[in-house]
């Protein structure tokens, strides 16, 4: 798709210029893992110039010339690099102390390790992926942020034979990332949503199933195309009469979710770059009722 086609597409969900302009730049941002250190003792150790978020003051921006990877905060453990938006999704799941939670496609491990921070590093995570040199990364982010809760999975998402046993499950599907980079619009056409839906409605259902009743699943992409995100969640719904869209209770600027599939797909939310100048996300809670 040529640049002139895809700013059109991209103008049909949100304001166009912000999104090339935020996704242009190195967006450089943080949170604390206060497994290793808690946020007080962060504040008088670090010399970083960032700037401390006012929703989340565990998370913090820093300018496009910061290397975070290069810091000693880094290395010890301290930080972790991940997008603003890429954050929210184990917020709005919000796994408790000793729970057992699913997280599905989750290497390479910002999602898993923040929920392991979440939960005080207590409980149980099962990190599944069944790209192999991706999880090496997981392991590796793992071992760094000093994550004991978690055991690692190399197996297909779609196929778990866990039924009933998660209070929490996370599924950050594998999609087309037109939100996150200006690369995929290279190469995307409406057939390549069409083949990650396929693949994304098998690894939602999977992920509910393994779900305890009165359990709670959040599912994201960062993609805007709908065929991937309320058609997915959509599906789950016609699929399984136990699924609850739930409210998402966040200070986060946001769109509500399209409603061509369904009035309750509003109370799932689009995130754009406009709203938190960070990537476009999509994000639907749902519980097992």
């Known amino acids: 798709m040529d640049e002139k086609a895809f700013r059109e597409l991209v103008s049909n969900y949100m304001d166009a210029d912000a999104y090339f302009n935020v996704l242009s730049k190195k967006e450089r941002t943080f949170r604390v893992n206060q497994i290793k250190i808690s946020l007080d003792e962060f504040l008088k150790f670090s010399e970083l110039s960032c700037n401390q978020d006012k929703a989340f003051n565990f998370i913090f921006r820093c300018d496009e010339d910061v290397k975070l990877g290069r810091t000693l905060e880094y290395f010890l453990g301290y930080i972790h690099t991940q997008s603003y938006s890429s954050i929210l999704p184990p917020l709005v799941l919000n796994p ?13 491990g910002g999602k898993t390790t923040e929920m392991a921070d979440l939960m005080g590093n207590t409980g149980f995570i099962l990190a599944v992926d069944n790209k192999y040199d991706r999880i090496k990364m997981l392991v590796a982010n793992l071992r760094r942020l000093g994550v004991l809760n978690t055991a690692v999975l190399n197996a297909d998402g779609r196929k778990l034979s866990v ?12 999609c087309s990332s037109l939100g996150s980079s200006l690369t995929p619009s290279k190469w995307w056409k409406p057939a390549k949503s069409r083949d990650f839906a396929r693949i994304q409605r098998k690894l939602l259902l999977s992920a509910f199933d393994t779900l305890k009743e009165g359990g709670t699943l959040v599912y994201s992409t960062c993609t805007f195309i709908e065929k991937e995100n309320e058609g997915v969640v959509a599906f789950l719904l016609s699929q399984r009469e136990n699924a609850k869209i739930l409210n ?10 399209f409603s061509d599939f369904g009035k309750e797909l509003r109370k799932t939310w689009r995130i754009y770059p406009e709203h938190v100048e960070s990537e476009a996300f999509y994000i639907a809670k749902i519980k097992k009722v």
């Open 96 to 108: 408790k102390p000793h729970s057992n939670v699913l997280d599905i496609a989750a290497a390479p």
């Open 163 to 174: 039924k009933n046993f998660f209070d929490f499950a996370l599924v950050d599907a594998p």
């Open 248 to 257: 998402i209770d966040l200070p986060v600027k946001h769109s509500p979710g």
